[in-house]
DNA sequence: TCCCGAAGTCTAGAATGTAGATATGATACA
DNA sequence: TGTATCATATCTACATTCTAGACTTCGGGA
């Protein structure tokens, strides 16, 4: 994308990822992240594809990992657990307020803005 | 993308770019579109960046073009004017509706879900 | 004719999105 | 002990989307 020094810009899944893990409040990983979106979203997102945007939020720091060790009990691998930073907050904030803006007043059938 | 053979995912900008077409109700070009972006969005869009997402749109059935003449007045070059197919419309109430949903009972700055 | 202005096009490359295979560790149980 | 099994994460290879800015086009103005 050219020079995106500031990266603050946020991808369609990258907004769709960050929204979950701050939805499940620091207690979400890679696996429970994945199965909140499948079930929210109108399409299936893939691990690798969920895995990937992890990095790359974490590398913007709009999200943050912590290693903790594994359950006792079967695949007890250890998890990385995601939470959202302020910034990630108020980057999904800001997106979240362009949407609503936009559509203020705007009837969705039509595409006219009411005055 | 691998396999994306249906047409229906849409991207960040693209739908921005489609927002803007149906608001702008069948009378917009690239150069209103473009003011209209650049005066509601959080950032500013390039031509480049404008002209390619619209034609990938055309090109997923969601918006139309119909070539006009000039204007009698200085650089009259023939516009391509825009407009949203049902298709797109479709397509883009899809995407507003899962958004609603998403933030549905959601308190933005915390992220838990109230009952 | 030469300049100017509006509109659209092109190019090369970076960022984002993707599926599916594979690796990693840990428990279960024979 | 060794092997099956399970949950989780990582890797690979590529497709799609996004981008800036230079460039072309074509008409009017002087």
Do not use: C, F
Not at 17 to 22: D, E, F, P, R, S
Not at 103 to 113: F, I, L, N, Q, Y
């Amino acid at each position: 994308m050219g020079a995106m020094t500031e990266h603050t810009y946020l991808g369609e899944l990258e907004q769709r990822v960050l929204w979950a893990v701050l939805r499940m409040g620091g207690d979400g990983y890679g696996t429970t992240i994945l199965e909140e979106l499948n079930a929210r979203l109108d399409r299936v997102v893939s691990p690798g594809a969920l895995y990937a945007t992890l990095d790359r939020l974490e590398q913007k720091g709009m999200i943050r990992s912590r290693l903790e060790d594994g359950d006792p009990k079967r695949g007890g691998r250890r998890k990385r657990y995601m939470a959202v930073t302020a910034e990630g907050r108020t980057a999904l904030e800001r997106v979240r307020e362009e949407w609503k803006r936009l559509w203020a007043g705007m009837d969705p059938a039509v595409g006219a803005h009411e005055p």
